[in-house]
C-alpha cells in the first residue's frame, strides 16, 4: 500500500524558513518524480514544483528562488525547504506522487504552515 | 501557463441525478486530464485520469470524457457520498494546473 506521511509544519513569522518532510513507503521511491502541491484555506489546488533528482526539479513562479524541493532515496524522504515565507505561502500542503505527465495518483495527508507575525 | 476553467462553480442536486462538470484549458492538451474529488479535511482522491480512464476502485458511475480543450466528468447517478467538490487539473507538461473547483452540494 502507497503511503504518504507529511510532517514538519507550524507557525512560522515572515521572512522565516520551515522544513517539510514527506515519508514515502509502498512503491520504488528511489528515481521516481515525487511533487508538492499546496492549498490555502478555502482556496483550490496550486502545484508548487517537482523533483526527480538533484538536477531535475522545477518550481512554480510563486516559490522560484524561495523554495528548494529535494530528496533523500536511502530514506525513502522528500523534502521541501521553505525560506522568506510570505503570509500567501499560508496553506496545506500536500506531498504527491508524480511530475510532469506523470500524474499524481497518491497524496499525503497534507501538513499546514501557517505563515503569521 | 496553461488555465484550466470549471463550470459551474457550485452545482446543486439531487440524489440519483446525472450530474456533468464541465472543464476547459486555455490550449490543447490532448488528453492529459485528471479529476479529482475532495471531501472537507481529506486529500484529493483519483477518480479519472488521461481523460477518460477510471481510476482502480473508483465506482463506474464516474465517467470522463473529452480531448484538446474541452473535458466533462460525469456522474450518471449521484449518490450521497459523492456530495464533495470535484477539481480538473492538467499535466500535459511540468506546470501543473488546476481548475478551481465545483462543488456539488445536496439540493
Known amino acids: 500500500e502507497v503511503q504518504l506521511v507529511e510532517s514538519g509544519g507550524g507557525l512560522v513569522k515572515p521572512g522565516g524558513s520551515l522544513r517539510l518532510s514527506c515519508a514515502a513507503s509502498?512503491?520504488?521511491?528511489?528515481?521516481?518524480?515525487m511533487s508538492w502541491v499546496r492549498q490555502a484555506p478555502g482556496k483550490g489546488l496550486e502545484w508548487v514544483g517537482r523533483i526527480k533528482s538533484k538536477t531535475e526539479t522545477d518550481y512554480a513562479a510563486p516559490v522560484k528562488g524561495r523554495f528548494t524541493i529535494s530528496r533523500d532515496d536511502s530514506r525513502n524522504t522528500l523534502y521541501l525547504q521553505m525560506n522568506s515565507l510570505k503570509t500567501e505561502d499560508t496553506a496545506l500542503y500536500y506531498c504527491?506522487?508524480?511530475?510532469?505527465?506523470?500524474?499524481?495518483?497518491?497524496w499525503g495527508q497534507g501538513t499546514l504552515v501557517i505563515v503569521s507575525s | 501557463d496553461i488555465q484550466m476553467t470549471q463550470s459551474p462553480s457550485t452545482l446543486s442536486a439531487s440524489v440519483e441525478d446525472r450530474v456533468t462538470i464541465t472543464c476547459r484549458a486555455s490550449?490543447?492538451?490532448?488528453?492529459?486530464l485528471a479529476w479529482y474529488q475532495q471531501k472537507p479535511g481529506k486529500a484529493p482522491k483519483l477518480l479519472i485520469y488521461?481523460?477518460?480512464s477510471l481510476q482502480s476502485g473508483v465506482p463506474s458511475r464516474f465517467s470522463g470524457s473529452g480531448s484538446g480543450t474541452e473535458f466533462t466528468l460525469t456522474i450518471s447517478s449521484l449518490q450521497p457520498d459523492d456530495f464533495a467538490t470535484y477539481y480538473c487539473q492538467q499535466y500535459s507538461n511540468y506546470l501543473w494546473t488546476f481548475g478551481q473547483g465545483t462543488k456539488v452540494e445536496i439540493k
Open positions: 490550449q490543447s492538451i490532448s488528453t492529459w
Open positions: 488521461k481523460a477518460s
Open positions: 509502498g512503491f520504488t521511491f528511489n528515481n521516481a518524480w
Open positions: 504527491t506522487t508524480g511530475g510532469g505527465t506523470y500524474f499524481p495518483d497518491y
